[in-house]
T-cell receptor
Framework: GAGVSQSPRYKVTKRGQDVALRCDPI?????LYWYRQALGQGPEFLTY????????KSGLPNDRFSAERPEGSISTLTIQRTEQRDSAMYRC??????????????FGPGTRLLVL | AQSVTQLDSQVPVFEEAPVELRCNYS??????LFWYVQYPNQGLQLLLK??????LVESINGFEAEFNKSQTSFHLRKPSVHISDTAEYFC???????????FGKGTKLSVIP
């Protein structure tokens, strides 16, 4: 089946605008994760869903960032009032089940966000 | 909290030469270890992982990594690289029972013809 898909692949926006990034996980995958990767860095955890429940949002940098997964499938990461420091690659991953850390997270291609 | 160090940001190597990409981690509890690879214009793909058992794990394309608990390392090796191995490689750790992956900064492997 298809892998994790993300849209848009590239987003250029002006400072102060809101953006919504979409993630469509692998069909049947229970868990969904968002990571952010700044230039020259590795991905950093933002938030995690188990079905539709947001289990951990400790990695969200501030209250301008929010995420939802209302039907336990597609997820949207929203950034309000974007700032230049929000420019990064935003990565989504999904996994089949929770097995205490052993499950593989499958990553999408990412959305590269540039805030001017 | 755990952390991952990839000391080499860029590694150039000639085709058919051996390569080692270094990864060290710090954690006070049991962890699972992963290597992900990102080919140009593609997403992150799992290359190999260590969960338990044999400390030497292999990938289908000839890479291997060895978990060394005493040195807290999980170095990635390949005896003979190909042009197609040119990519960025990320080492990651996950605490047992957790779901967060903690990544290193990545190592860009450039294979020179």
């Amino acid at each position: 089946g298809a892998g994790v898909s993300q849209s848009p692949r590239y987003k250029v926006t002006k400072r102060g605008q809101d953006v919504a990034l979409r993630c469509d996980p692998i069909s049947g995958h229970v868990s969904l994760y968002w990571y952010r990767q700044a230039l020259g860095q590795g991905p950093e955890f933002l938030t995690y869903f188990n079905y539709e429940a947001q289990q951990d949002k400790s990695g969200l940098p501030n209250d301008r960032f929010s995420a939802e997964r209302p039907e336990g499938s597609i997820s949207t990461l929203t950034i309000q009032r974007t700032e230049q420091r929000d420019s990064a690659m935003y990565r989504c991953a999904s996994s089949l089940v929770l097995t205490g850390g052993q499950e593989t997270q499958y990553f999408g291609p990412g959305t590269r966000l540039l805030v001017l | 909290a755990q952390s991952v160090t990839q000391l080499d940001s860029q590694v150039p190597v000639f085709e058919e030469a051996p390569v080692e990409l270094r990864c060290n981690y710090s954690s006070s509890v049991s962890v699972y270890l992963f290597w992900y690879v990102q080919y140009p214009n593609q997403g992150l793909q799992l290359l190999l992982k260590y969960l338990s058992g044999s400390t030497l794990v292999e990938s289908i394309n000839g890479f291997e990594a060895e978990f060394n608990k005493s040195q807290t390392s999980f170095h990635l090796r390949k005896p003979s690289v190909h042009i197609s191995d040119t990519a960025e490689y990320f080492c990651a750790v996950r605490r047992a029972g957790s779901y967060q992956l903690t990544f290193g900064k990545g190592t860009k492997l450039s294979v020179i013809p």
